[in-house]
């Protein structure tokens, strides 16, 4: 290990680990949209989700695979994979089409719904400070989004239902707290691997044949970057507090515009940069106030911060 890497603290460690992983979450986008311009969503897909087991076989069978089996709440389980399958089909559905920045400012939504849904699936109080940050993630979204008959194309309405389902996985994930991330993390994997094998064989392109063994090596690395990039996220997490790391996944957004320019020419359109803004603040302004609360409500009942639901 290098000598500036050792000589970092746990949270200057966190940091770099949550920069490195947002950096392979954009270049996993990135690549995928390029792939899809060639393959079929149901063959990325799927070859994605192999490759991903590949990654997280062994390490659930070290930890303890039998733990796979015994999952909490099983319809939960079914409907936070549904979701995320759906998410996963709708941003290749829409990167297909659109800049790489466009569709990721509307996925960088998704904790904005989390935040407005939170009081009606999870019983939270929200109260009109983060209502009013909300309603400005709203306007965000609908001046990105430039409502009308020419910019309401199919894209971009898969990108808005896209980021929804991202946010219901969200909630999902917030009632399985107690459910480990590899295993969260399997059953998304095998949801979405059968979706892939379901869209192969009902489109008519469903299996694409590979041009070369470059090009599958590239369709397997988005599963494993993918995981990589869940990994150092979740190591991020354990080495700094989240509120010194969790606002860093905004960075996205920069790789994403970088990653657009450099591989297929794309610009941000003025709209885009205004809504992007409002959702970045209110999103950030959403998650500060949610963390102060948390604080706030462990210290009144002398509990670890992790503790306060």
Same mark, same amino acid.
């Given at each position: ?149 020419? =910019?309401?194309?199919?894209?971009? /309405?898969?990108?808005? !239902? $896209?980021?929804? +389902?991202? @946010?219901?996985? &969200? *909630?999902?994930? %917030? ?36 041009? =070369?063994?470059?090009?599958?090596? /590239?369709?397997?690395? !988005? $599963?494993?970057? +993918?995981? @990589?990039?869940? &990994? *150092?996220?979740? %190591? ?56 102060? *609360?948390?604080? %706030? ?13």
């Amino acid at each position: 290990m290098p000598n500036f890497i050792r000589q970092l603290s746990p949270t200057g460690l966190g940091v770099a680990v949550m920069l490195l992983g947002m950096l392979l979450f954009a270049l996993n986008d990135a690549m995928g949209k390029w792939l899809v311009s060639t393959y079929s969503l149901g063959q990325v897909i799927l070859i994605r989700s192999a490759a991903a087991l590949i990654v997280l076989v062994p390490i659930l069978w070290r930890a303890n695979i039998s733990s796979v089996l015994r999952v909490e709440r099983p319809m939960l389980q079914a409907s936070r994979a549904m979701f995320s399958t759906a998410e996963l089909f709708c941003f290749y559905f829409a990167v297909k089409a659109l800049p790489l920045a466009d569709v990721m400012t509307y996925w960088l939504a998704a904790p904005i719904y989390v935040a407005a849904l939170s009081p009606f699936l999870l019983g939270e109080k929200v109260g009109w400070r983060r209502w009013t940050a909300i309603a400005i993630g709203f306007v965000g979204v609908l001046i990105a989004l430039k409502p009308s008959s020419a =910019s309401l194309t199919p894209a971009a /309405l898969f990108s808005i !239902l $896209g980021s929804a +389902a991202f @946010a219901f996985m &969200m *909630l999902s994930g %917030r009632q399985l707290r107690n459910t480990p991330d590899t295993v969260l993390a399997f059953w998304q994997i095998i949801g979405a691997a059968l979706a892939g094998i379901v869209a192969i064989a009902v489109t008519p392109d469903g299996w694409v044949p590979l041009k =070369s063994g470059f090009d599958l090596s /590239l369709l397997a690395l !988005l $599963g494993i970057v +993918a995981m @990589a990039a869940h &990994m *150092l996220v979740n %190591r991020a997490l354990k080495l700094a507090d989240a509120a010194t790391v969790a606002p860093l996944q905004y960075t996205l957004l920069l790789w994403a515009v970088v990653f657009g320019w450099l591989m297929f020419g794309d610009i941000p359109q003025p709209s885009i940069v205004i809504g992007a803004g409002l959702i970045v603040l209110s999103g950030l302004y959403i998650f500060f106030r949610e963390n102060a *609360l948390k604080r %706030r409500l462990a210290t009144a009942a002398n509990a670890p911060l992790e503790d306060v639901v």
